[in-house]
C-alpha cells in the first residue's frame, strides 16, 4: 500500500526546462497554496478588527492590512512553484512572455490594481475620509456629485457607502485620473455657505445677531477661533428682498452628511429670524405707472379723482452695522499649513 502511495507520488506529470514536475509536488504546492490563502484571510480579519477599534492609526493599519493579505498570497504562490518542483530561474523566459500577454490582454485590470497601490500609498484619500466625486463647476456655481465615505480600497474598486446606505463601486483609476473633493482631509472640517433671505427693510444688525446666536448655540458647530469665526454676509439684493450667507464652521462629523447638515442650519436660520420677528420674503409684484392720460405724479392721481398720499417722513440715519465681509477682506491671509511662512526682510 504504502509503494503504492510512493509510485503514485513520485509519478511524473510532465518536463519543463529540466525540471520534473511530479503528482506529490503539485499536491504539496495546492496545499501551500491554500494555507497562504487562509493566513491571508486570519490576518487581514485580525487587522480590520484591531483598525475598527483604533480611531488615529486606521489608515496606517490598513495599509499594513493590505501589505500582508498582498504579500502573503505572493509569498505561498512563489513557494507553491518552487516545492511543485518548478525551477523559476528557467521560468524567466516563459514568465515574461506570459506577462507581456498579461498586459495587452489585461490592460484595464493591470491599471486599476497599480492604481489602488498609488491610493493606498499615496494617502491622499484613506479610509474613513468623506468624499465628492464627479462634481463640476459651472460659471460660479459647483454641481455637486457623488458623495460618501470611504469604506475600503480593493485591488480594483474603491467602495464608497453614501448616507443612504448605498455601496457605490467606483473603478480605482477614476480617484486618480479625476478630480475628487476630500472633505475631511487630514482629519479637518470646512467652512460652509448657509443661503437665507429677508425682506426688504429688515434691520440688518438685528438679522446678523439673531443668525450668529442661534448659528453658535447649534450643537454642530466648532469652537470659533480667531481664523474660525460665524459670519453673516450681505451677498446681494434679490427681487424678494435681501440675500444672506450664514458662513459657519461645522463639526467633522456634520461635514460627512452634508444634506442633512444644510438643512438643519437652514431650519435654524428660520427660527432665529421668526424669534427676532424678522420678516422673510413672499414673492410680490410692484406695478407702477408713469403716466395717466398725459399726466405725471399728482396731477396723474387728480385725473383718477385720488388723493395724493403725504410723503412719508425720512428716517434717521441708521447707525452703522458690522460688516463681517469688510472685516474677513482686511484680515491678512495666513500660510497654508504644509508651507512655511516667507521670511520677513
Not at 485580525?46 to 504579500?71: H, I, M, T
Not at 521560468?91 to 491599471?111: H, M, P, R, S, T
Request: proline letters at 6%.
Amino acid at each position: 500500500m504504502l509503494d503504492q502511495i510512493n509510485q503514485i507520488d513520485q509519478g511524473q506529470l510532465f518536463r519543463l526546462g529540466g525540471s520534473v514536475v511530479t503528482i506529490g509536488g503539485v499536491l504539496a504546492g495546492l496545499a501551500i497554496l491554500v494555507l497562504a490563502w487562509v493566513a491571508s484571510r486570519l490576518v487581514s480579519r485580525a487587522l480590520c478588527r484591531l483598525r475598527d477599534r483604533s480611531n488615529r492609526s486606521a489608515a496606517a493599519l490598513y495599509v499594513l492590512e493590505k501589505l500582508a493579505s498582498y504579500g502573503l498570497i505572493v509569498v505561498g504562490a512563489f513557494w507553491a512553484l518552487s516545492v511543485a518542483g518548478l525551477n523559476l530561474s528557467s521560468l524567466a523566459v516563459f514568465a515574461g512572455a506570459l506577462g507581456i500577454g498579461v498586459g495587452l490582454g489585461l490592460q484595464g485590470v493591470v491599471k486599476e490594481f497599480v492604481s489602488g497601490l498609488f491610493l493606498i500609498f499615496d494617502r491622499m484619500v484613506s479610509v474613513g475620509d468623506y468624499v465628492e466625486i464627479g462634481g463640476a463647476m459651472t460659471g460660479t456655481v459647483r454641481a455637486e456629485g457623488m458623495r460618501g465615505v470611504i469604506t475600503e480600497i480593493g485591488p480594483r474598486a474603491v467602495r464608497i457607502r453614501t448616507n443612504d446606505n448605498v455601496n457605490v463601486l467606483v473603478p480605482n483609476s477614476r480617484l486618480i485620473e479625476q478630480p475628487v473633493v476630500n472633505w475631511t482631509l487630514k482629519g479637518d472640517t470646512r467652512r460652509i455657505h448657509i443661503p437665507f433671505a429677508v425682506a426688504y427693510g429688515a434691520d440688518r444688525g438685528k438679522v446678523r445677531e439673531a443668525v450668529l446666536a442661534a448659528a453658535r448655540a447649534s450643537p454642530f458647530t466648532s469652537s470659533e477661533s480667531e481664523d474660525r469665526r460665524c459670519q453673516v454676509w450681505l451677498v446681494g439684493f434679490g427681487e424678494r428682498g435681501l440675500e444672506f450667507e450664514l458662513l459657519v464652521w461645522p463639526t467633522r462629523e456634520a461635514v460627512k452628511r452634508p444634506s442633512a447638515m444644510h438643512a438643519a442650519y437652514t431650519w435654524v436660520v428660520a427660527d432665529a429670524l421668526e424669534a427676532a420677528g424678522i420678516e422673510t420674503p413672499v414673492p410680490q409684484t410692484d406695478l407702477r405707472l408713469r403716466s395717466v392720460f398725459g399726466h405725471e405724479g399728482s396731477e396723474g392721481l387728480a385725473a383718477l379723482g385720488l388723493a395724493a398720499a403725504p410723503a412719508a417722513p425720512r428716517p434717521a440715519p441708521a447707525a452703522p452695522t458690522v460688516n463681517d465681509a469688510a472685516e474677513d477682506l482686511m484680515h491678512p491671509d495666513d500660510p497654508p499649513e504644509d508651507e512655511p511662512a516667507p521670511p520677513r526682510r
